[in-house]
């Protein structure tokens, strides 16, 4: 996992919660790193379920609800540093983008990422199945991430987990446009 989930995971703990819980969640979660990540190097997807454990424990917050509120906000970390993904005119068609435009451009600019997978198909034009794969299992940080967009797109939207398979490394998700 590239080291930007990392650091900007770090960074929004100290935001909302302070450094002391930065500390603590990196002292007491048994990082091979030791919690010193850089933006562009490559770490292991356990010590983000460590230190995520560590915070759902300290804080009481459930980890699918803290992998959601990371992935909204890590969205809007992405749109400021990737402005030429977003060129989409509407949620739907961005997200339909992701495999096929956006993650091939990733991997020139990283190519040591391991990405997920989407793939989605429309039922109208108010919703859209999307399909999540990941050995990572973190289809709530996806779903994060689709709710970050459609505030971006300004767009109101309902999202649910409809299926859960192989442990969750492939999640449906259903995502409605609400009026």
Same mark, same amino acid.
């Given at each position: 996992?590239?080291?930007?989930?990392?650091?900007?995971?770090?960074?929004?703990?100290?935001?909302?919660?302070?450094?002391?819980?930065?500390?603590?969640?990196?002292?007491?979660?048994?990082?091979?790193?030791? *919690?010193?990540?850089?933006?562009?190097?490559?770490?292991?997807?356990?010590?983000? =379920?460590?230190?995520?454990?560590? #915070? !759902?424990?300290? &804080? *009481?917050?459930?980890?699918?609800?803290?992998?959601?509120? /990371? *992935?909204? /906000?890590?969205?809007?970390? #992405?749109? &400021?540093?990737?402005?030429?993904?977003?060129?989409?005119?509407? #949620? =739907?068609? =961005? %997200?339909?983008?992701?495999?096929?435009?956006?993650?091939?451009?990733? %991997?020139?600019?990283?190519?040591?990422?391991?990405?997920?997978?989407? !793939? @989605?198909?429309?039922?109208?034009? &108010? !919703?859209?199945?999307?399909?999540?794969?990941?050995?990572?299992?973190?289809?709530?940080?996806?779903?994060?991430?689709?709710?970050?967009?459609?505030?971006?797109?300004?767009?109101?939207?309902?999202?649910? &987990?409809? @299926?859960?398979?192989?442990? *969750?490394?492939?999640?449906?998700?259903?995502?409605?446009? %609400?009026?």
């Amino acid at each position: 996992m590239k080291g930007i989930v990392f650091t900007e995971f770090l960074e929004l703990v100290e935001e909302q919660f302070g450094i002391e819980t930065v500390d603590k969640i990196v002292s007491e979660s048994n990082l091979e790193t030791g *919690g010193v990540y850089t933006a562009v190097g490559t770490y292991s997807h356990k010590e983000m =379920f460590s230190m995520v454990a560590k #915070l !759902s424990e300290i &804080k *009481g917050i459930a980890v699918p609800d803290l992998l959601e509120f /990371y *992935g909204k /906000y890590f969205f809007g970390v #992405l749109a &400021k540093s990737y402005p030429q993904f977003l060129r989409e005119k509407g #949620l =739907f068609s =961005f %997200l339909e983008t992701i495999d096929n435009y956006i993650h091939p451009e990733v %991997l020139k600019l990283y190519p040591d990422a391991e990405l997920p997978s989407f !793939s @989605t198909v429309r039922d109208g034009d &108010k !919703s859209l199945l999307l399909t999540y794969k990941s050995s990572r299992k973190m289809a709530h940080f996806a779903m994060g991430l689709i709710l970050g967009a459609s505030e971006h797109f300004e767009t109101k939207i309902d999202v649910q &987990k409809l @299926t859960e398979n192989q442990d *969750g490394e492939v999640v449906e998700i259903k995502i409605d446009i %609400l009026e």
